[in-house]
Every structure is written in structure tokens, then in C-alpha cells.
């Protein structure tokens, strides 16, 4: 008696180089960047920076040993360094005009948490920087923790009108970048999905239901591609803009990064005319996400619409010829 015997293979993952391959050649670039572009322009992702206490002009550092004492001797270097480490504020330290816009300012006081007055210390843990108004009106009244959070917050504010573009908190940053991978991935699922919609409606209002039905079955897996294609375009524009600093062409190059890495990775199974077809392609990708850059939300939410509005168009014109053909 022969005994055949059948070997399971195992299931095939998908790995996530593979996703981001299908995402980039299924789902049109005007998708993934009108997604990723809308959302880069919501979050306003900044460059980090971070001056440390060592790189600071010398009359800052000696503003920063005095900030504060009414009496007695200076700060030493040390306590100094303490006081800008820790009550200058993260946004402030993204540049010296950050810092010299919150510790030289006439209108902004070293405050104390317990007053002076009553025994209060100027080491750095009883000191706040805030507006002097604030200061005027407290005079000799203990801060309290709404008095704290509205110095912190003005001068928070200052900060980040002296350093347009250019944070030292990388928090910030962090949050930012995550939060444009994940709204580009909501928008661009979004978009995806009615972009295919609108290929079924063309096909539909030119009599091709078959099409129709064949496009409309594709709808799952375009939101899929479209939601990953917003994330990774998203995140490599964001972290662009973050490494290298916040402008239209940062932004456009981040925006094509995926496709010249996934280019790169391909490039011994092109020809050579191929790869430079497909170069200029990346190149002219960059370029014009670079002009909508500085159209701001209206320019990608536009490409979205004409992107959607085209497909429309291609699948009518489409199914209107395989019936004159026929």
C-alpha cells in the first residue's frame, strides 16, 4: 500500500516592503500626495534644532547668571546652564533668536514662584520666565499654577514668532510627524476610494456595468494602498522637513522619497532607459508637488479633485470607445 503524503505550504506574508511597493504602483501619485501634502499643511511640521547653553553669545550667558537675583552674587556657570536648561523653554532653545527673544526681553521677567520677598530663592526651580504685566500684578503674591501656565504660555508664544519654522522640541516634532502619517493615511484611504468610485460611475454612465462591477470590486484594496501610500508619503515628508528644515522644497522632496527608494531598489531589473524615464518621472513628481506646496490645502485638496474628476473621465471615454469599436 502506497501512502502519499501532501507537505503544507506555509501562508505568504506580505512583507511591509512589499505593501509599500504595491501602494506606490497601484494608487496614483496624486492620491498619495494630495493626501500627504493636505496633511503636511495641517500639522506645519518644523525643523529641529537645539542650541545648547555652550553655544549661547556671552551677554546671554551673563543675562542668564542674573535673571532673577535681586541681591547677592551671580549665578555660577553651572547654576546658569541649569537655568537655561531648564526655564527657557524647548521652542525658545531652537535658536539664538529664540532664546534671546524670551531671556533679553524688556517686557519679560525672571519670575518668582515664591516671592523674593518672603524667602523665595532664585535657583532655577523657583524661577519662571513671563510677562511683566504678570509679574506687576502678583508683586509679592505666591504664583500659582494657572499663574505658571500663563507665563509658560506667553512666552511659549514669543518663542515661536522669534523661530518660524524651527523648534528645539522634539516632542513637537515627534507628534507632528506622527500625526501627518496618520492623517495622510485617513485622507488618502479616502481619496483612493473615490477615486475608483469615480472610474465605476464612468464606466456605469457609459452602459459598462461589467466594468463597473469589476472596478467597484477593487474599492477594498484601493483603500488599503491609499491608506498606506498617505502614511509612508506623509512620514518621509514630514521627517524631511524635520531633518532638513521646513520649506516647498523640502516638502516636495519628501513627498517623492518613496518612489526614488523605490526606483533605487528596482534599478537592476530596468534598462537603462527605463531608469532614466522613470527618474525624470520622480524628478517632475518632485517638482510639482513643490508648486503645490505653496498653495497650501487648497492646491492638494485641487489635485485630489482633478485627480478624481480624471478618472472619471478616462474610464467613460473608455468604455464609450469599446462600444463604438464593437
Not at 80 to 100: K, W, Y
Request: hydrophobic share 40%; net charge negative.
Amino acid at each position: 500500500m502506497t501512502h502519499s503524503t501532501s507537505k503544507t505550504q506555509p501562508s505568504e506574508s506580505i512583507s511591509i516592503h512589499q505593501a509599500v511597493g504595491d501602494s506606490l504602483e497601484q494608487v496614483p501619485f496624486s492620491v498619495g500626495a494630495s493626501a500627504a501634502g493636505a496633511a503636511g499643511a495641517f500639522f506645519s511640521v518644523e525643523a529641529f534644532r537645539q542650541v545648547s547653553y555652550d553655544d549661547l553669545p556671552s551677554h546671554l550667558k551673563e543675562q542668564l547668571r542674573t535673571d532673577g537675583i535681586h541681591d547677592g552674587p551671580r549665578r555660577s556657570d553651572a547654576e546658569a546652564r541649569e537655568q537655561f536648561e531648564h526655564r527657557v523653554n524647548a521652542e525658545a532653545q531652537g535658536s539664538i533668536e529664540g532664546v534671546e527673544a524670551v531671556v533679553n526681553d524688556p517686557t519679560i521677567d525672571a519670575m518668582h514662584i515664591e516671592p523674593h520677598a518672603q524667602g523665595g530663592s532664585s535657583d532655577a526651580s523657583n524661577i519662571v520666565y513671563g510677562p511683566e504685566s504678570l509679574n506687576s500684578r502678583l508683586q509679592d503674591t505666591p504664583m500659582s499654577e494657572a499663574d505658571i501656565a500663563e507665563a509658560e504660555a506667553y512666552t511659549l508664544d514669543v518663542a515661536e514668532q522669534a523661530t518660524p519654522g524651527v523648534t528645539g522640541d522634539l516632542t513637537e516634532v515627534v507628534g507632528d510627524t506622527l500625526g501627518t502619517g496618520v492623517l495622510g493615511g485617513v485622507m488618502g484611504g479616502g481619496i483612493a476610494v473615490a477615486h475608483r468610485y469615480a472610474q465605476a460611475q464612468g464606466f456605469r454612465d457609459a452602459g459598462r456595468y461589467d466594468l463597473a462591477e469589476q472596478a467597484e470590486a477593487l474599492i477594498g484594496q484601493d483603500a488599503a494602498n491609499g491608506a498606506i501610500n498617505g502614511v509612508v508619503r506623509g512620514t518621509t515628508m514630514a521627517v524631511t522637513q524635520a531633518v532638513l528644515g521646513a520649506s516647498p522644497l523640502t516638502a516636495g522632496i519628501g513627498l517623492v522619497a518613496p518612489d526614488a527608494v523605490m526606483l533605487l531598489t528596482q534599478k537592476h531589473q530596468l534598462s537603462e532607459a527605463q531608469y532614466n524615464q522613470k527618474s525624470l518621472e520622480v524628478v517632475g513628481k518632485g517638482a510639482l508637488a513643490t508648486v503645490l506646496v505653496c498653495a497650501g490645502p487648497v492646491g492638494w485638496l485641487g489635485l485630489a479633485g482633478i485627480s478624481i474628476f480624471s478618472a472619471y473621465g478616462k474610464a467613460n471615454q473608455r468604455a464609450a470607445g469599446s462600444h463604438r469599436i464593437a
